[in-house]
C-alpha cells in the first residue's frame, strides 16, 4: 500500500482582524480565542487582561511572519547570528521545532 506524500500545511493568509468578543476573521473564516471552564462552569483562565493580549498576539501572527520573512531575506549572518534566530522563529512558526 502506497501513501501519498504529506504536503506541508500553511497558515491562513493574513490580513486578520480581531473584533469583540475575541473573534479573530480571517479569509478562511472566524475562530475564537476562548477558555475552557472546570466542571461547575468557572473560568480556568482568571487573567482575561492576557486573553485579551494573546487574542492581539495570534491576529498579528501573519504580518509578523511577514516582517520576519522580509528581515530574512534582507540579512546577512553578523557576530551575533540574526539570521539563525529569524530562521528558529520562522521554523516554529511553520510547524517545526528548534535545533
Given at each position: 500500500?502506497?501513501?501519498?506524500?504529506?504536503?506541508?500545511?500553511?497558515?491562513?493568509?493574513?490580513?486578520?482582524?480581531?473584533?469583540?468578543?475575541?473573534?479573530?476573521?480571517?479569509?478562511?473564516?472566524e475562530f475564537y480565542i476562548?477558555?475552557?471552564?472546570?466542571?461547575?462552569?468557572?473560568?480556568?483562565?482568571?487573567?482575561?487582561?492576557?486573553?485579551?493580549?494573546?487574542?492581539?498576539?495570534?491576529?498579528?501572527?501573519?504580518?509578523?511572519?511577514?516582517?520576519?520573512?522580509?528581515?530574512?531575506?534582507?540579512?546577512?549572518?553578523?557576530?551575533?547570528?540574526?539570521?539563525?534566530?529569524v530562521n528558529d522563529a520562522?521554523?516554529?512558526?511553520?510547524?517545526?521545532?528548534?535545533?
Amino acid at each position: 500500500m502506497t501513501h501519498p506524500t504529506a504536503q506541508p500545511t500553511t497558515h491562513t493568509p493574513g490580513p486578520w482582524t480581531l473584533s469583540a468578543g475575541r473573534v479573530i476573521t480571517t479569509s478562511d473564516g472566524e475562530f475564537y480565542i476562548t477558555y475552557a471552564s472546570d466542571r461547575h462552569g468557572n473560568p480556568n483562565f482568571k487573567n482575561f487582561c492576557a486573553l485579551d493580549a494573546n487574542s492581539r498576539l495570534c491576529t498579528a501572527a501573519p504580518a509578523l511572519y511577514a516582517a520576519l520573512e522580509a528581515v530574512r531575506a534582507k540579512i546577512a549572518l553578523g557576530p551575533l547570528g540574526l539570521l539563525d534566530i529569524v530562521n528558529d522563529a520562522l521554523a516554529l512558526a511553520e510547524g517545526g521545532t528548534k535545533p
